[in-house]
């Protein structure tokens, strides 16, 4: 039975990525699928923030998801992008958030790799926008949260693009958005699979880097990538096992963001990573101390916000 079920998933996947012009994929091992904790805004003294005086700006919601990972992206030219939505149980809470602001269509939508609580939430995504282009990485598992996005994909007859480095996205013209990862074919660990993104807006660049973790941050040094950002999504919740010394070096960030779940049973973030995003000055803002984090760039600066 177990064979029969996975064959079907390994066929279903290859249709849909045959549609999108991909044939072939390699397998990874996967890890159990990670709990999500509802955070609860803490004494982060953020100032708030409403949508109306959002327009014209380039504005990165971190959204609140618990122990797992939802950004959303909205361009001043009123292109959107939203990279991963959470666990199952997020995707409701991700809908309602992006509806608010007044979407209809997500242009570019992205599973930075097949983790239950990155994108245990697309399902719920997919149906309630129209889409434009959808990526995830070329790796499969065999869980119920990856099985219900390619079901949600094939129902919607969208194709999945390959999320790999060289991929540009298109959010308008003042927007430069670039995939920097993953750079190899094959990893161990899934985490490396994900996808990074920098968004460049006029002074200003943020970098978005999914779980991954020491492999892929070497390699994208290795390739000479400009990584240098002012707003850097902390690796994998802010594990050890991402934020090399080099790498956070590279990026050179004046802000940190880790997305995280209050008192999660992983210890994220790690005491590690904190100690060395405080040695090199980084500003931190966490989503189980400040619930949904709002970074808005006008092209010169970026300020953090709640919405009101």
Sequence with gaps: MFRLKVAALFTVMLLIFTFSGCTSFPHSEFSNAQKSYDSITDNCQLPAISSEDLSSKLVVSFIDVGQGDSIFIKTPSDKTMLIDAGTPEMGERVVNYIKKQGVRKIDVLVGTHPHTDHIGGLPEVIQNFDIGKFYMPKVTTTTSAFE???KAAKAKKLPIYVAKAGVTLYLGTEIEAKMLAPNSSYYEDLNNYSAVIKITYGDTAF???????KESEREMLNENYNLKADVLKVGHHGSSSSSSWS?????????AVISCGKNNEYGH???ETLEKLSELGITV?????CGTIVAVSDGKTVSF???K
């Design 247 to 255: 790498f956070l070096k590279e990026v050179r960030p004046k802000y």
């Design 148 to 150: 219900n996005v390619l």
């Design 285 to 289: 803002y966490r989503t189980d101390e």
């Design 207 to 213: 970098l978005f880097t999914g779980d991954a973790e």
């Design 269 to 271: 973030p790690h005491g």
């Design 305 to 307: 916000f709640r919405i």
